[in-house]
């Protein structure tokens, strides 16, 4: 159902808000003011349909999910609910009456970015899903003062400043001081007896208080509204009276500032673990208030737990949420009362947990000591759910103890949060079908071997009305045009799109529509003084920057390509632009070093004319959901080229190639599935496969072999030697051929180049045939079917969740 509002109405609506907000007319607000204003008449409007939503919630006592995610990277809102309201057209209209353009106020919203990247993408499209199929969903994260850092290039290097976004986010929150929660750390456990028996006594803890901020997201078209509840931390009333009468302000307020630092800033690690107190803190924090709000609500509804894990879905993205396990635990046993084994059974099956990622980098494990000294009574508890499960498979596979110690929470004074997930939960999925059967046979085979059952995958997908609808309005009034408007609802009838796959007309549209999605996209670079040629092939690489996704192989084949022209200028080439885009985790050295290594190549490139009228790189600041938006639309090659093996989906890939991009990648993640979708003769696959990756290895894999003994690789980590634009990259020349630990390139670069290279060049002779790049891209467009995240969530509500939509 659509909002049913007169744009006469909206007028009123404004209006009252200026004049209540600030005391002024319409005429009189600038574009801020007025940006601020449409947000809060939005969040009016979302409110009043939430709460229709949540009655007819509440009386059909279904059974609901929660999703707990340490990140969800919204990106900005007003456009979104708007479209999703179908509200677009009213609103502008209003605003042209007083000279606003609806278009220039979106530019005004700050994006949450409340995320790193992939996973927490990811959370937010599942969250439209949710709302638009009306599935009884809410999802709880943290809110962070400062989101992901943003971005800035000095001379090559990274820079670090603070994201600023509440300023002008904050009109999508609501405070509910009503619901806050308190949450406890550190302390003591005793156990006592009592005529109850054995009963466990915390004190000495420090307490703090979880505030709820509630951000509304609107489903499409449907009646549906999810609320996405952020926690801040704030602090319990424990002002220092007497510090502050003797003049210690500083220690009066002490207390004040350790609170509220557990949600000051997301930590900007992606796919890399760091064991920081503060980030533990956090997870704690984001568990214990949500369960305890869980819990409290279930109650208040059918006033007991005896059918919580019958009305209830609790879904853990990552293990970064493990604690909910202990603490959902915790509750059952010392205030309701539970039996262990009857908390335990209602534990394992409300809970769920999605894996991320197969590094082991990646993999979260925190010293014993370090979650005894901060959650005493939650260790207590991990300690109980190891024994009794060693016990169990002690008696299952009796001297099998390298097994044992291998599936246990606790070893070697570590608690591993996978295993505690894999244990605690009754499902683990993996995110596309490679990484799900890595997942079993090999990050988790021991677990798989023992209970199969609770292994499966759902493959990723992308809020297809965010990143197509909205993002490419061009290509969107074409599919309504060819296929009609059912695909917004079902994304599976984009495949109808293949109808027109001879339609040389349909091809010729697809293709000016790429090519002005590309005029924008350098117009909107002209404005922050980036000058790109949208007459080039736009060749994209935009991603978190990390090893094993290999900015660095890209980088190397087009040095490769650099020298071929410095060798020969008149080499015929199509105008390329190789596009990245990409945050460095700070701390990351060798991410850090690559791209300042993009930064010099494409200096250096500047400075030759002939160069640089062939092939240019440009390094696109400050990757945000914003500028994703951008950028998708306007991609024609889309590289996906990590290790095999190593990606475990990708989300980007699914967007660009939704948009008419043709993906060159590895047989990783989800590239294997839009190789089922498009097949060979509409993809350009290259390089090894992940049993490849795997033979390799075992073999004995020596960089510096392909560097002595192939040509164009020497010629190439030569030229790191030598540097770019004056600068020598030693370092990454080191990283490839000599290495740190005698294991040069880890991640295989120059064991997939040659391919690479060979399989571009076909890329480029492809591109000169327009119309088949035309169809091929069509091809895209419509296998990016399956990849609609509303196909996901259905996928999760059917087999994981249990949960059944509102009718
Ligand atoms: C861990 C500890 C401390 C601080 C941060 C982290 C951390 C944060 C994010 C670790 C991993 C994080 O994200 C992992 C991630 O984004 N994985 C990606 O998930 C996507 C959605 O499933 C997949 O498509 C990507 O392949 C996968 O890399």
Partial sequence: MQSTLTSKQLGVLIKNKLSRHYGISAEEADRKQMYKTCARAVVEILSDKRTRYYQKLKDQEKKKVYYLCMEF???????????????????????KEWNFDLEELYEDEPDAGLGNGGLGRLASCFMDSLATMEYPAMGYSICYEYGLFKQKIVDGWQMELPDIWLPGGDVWLNQRNDLAFRVKFNGHVEEIWTNDGLKTNYTDYDE?????????????????????????????????????????????????????????VLYPSDNHFEGKTLRLRQQYFLVSASIQNIISDHLQQFGTLDNFSEKIAIHINDTHPALCIPELMRILLDDYHYSWENAYNMVISTVSYTNHTVLSEALETWPEELIKQQFPRIYGIIQGMNESYCQEMWNRYPGEWGKIERMAIISHGQIRM??????????????????????????????????????????????????????????????DDCIGEEYKK???????????????????????????????????????????????????????????????????????????????????????TFLFAAKAAPGYYMAKEVIRLIWHLSADIEKDPVLREKIRVVFLENYCVTMAEALMPAAEISEQISLAGKEASGTGNMKMMANGALTIGTMDGANVEIFEAVGNENMFIFGMSAEDVERKWAEGYEASSYYHNKEKIHRVVESLRRGFNGESFDSIYRYLIVGDFGVGDPYMCLADFEDYLKVHQQLLDVYLDQHKWNQMSLFNIAGAERFAADRSIMDYARNIWNITPLH
């Fill in 418 to 479: 996978a295993n505690l997930c894999v244990i605690g939960s009754s499902s683990v999925n993996g995110v596309s079908k490679l990484h799900s059967d890595i997942l079993k046979s090999q990050v988790f085979s021991d677990f798989y071997q023992a209970s199969s059952e609770k292994f499966t995958n759902v493959t990723n997908g992308f809020a297809h009305r965010r990143w197509i609808c909205q993002a490419n309005p061009r290509l969107t009034r074409l599919l």
């Fill in 208 to 264: 703090v208080e979880a505030v709820p901020y509630d951000m509304m997201i609107s489903g499409a078209n449907s009646e549906g509204v999810a609320i996405l509840r952020l926690w801040r931390a704030r602090d319990v009333d424990k002002f220092d009276m007497k510090s502050f009468a003797k003049g210690d302000y500083n220690r009066a307020m002490n207390e004040k500032m350790n609170a509220e630092l557990i949600c000051k």
């Fill in 490 to 576: 079902d994304g599976r009838k984009l495949a109808d799109f293949k109808r027109y796959s001879d339609n040389r007309s349909i091809l010729r549209q697809l293709r000016d529509i790429k090519l002005a999605n590309k005029i924008d996209f350098s117009n909107l670079m002209d404005q922050k003084g980036v000058s790109i040629d949208p007459h080039s092939i736009f060749d994209v690489q935009a991603k978190r920057l990390h090893e094993y996704k290999r900015q660095l192989l890209n980088v190397l084949k087009i040095i490769s390509l650099y020298l071929d022209l410095k060798d020969d200028p008149n080499l015929v080439m199509p105008p390329q």
């Fill in 73 to 95: 990277l919204v990106g900005r809102s007003l456009k979104n609910n708007l479209y999703n309201l179908g509200l677009e057209k009213e609103f502008r209209e209003v605003l």
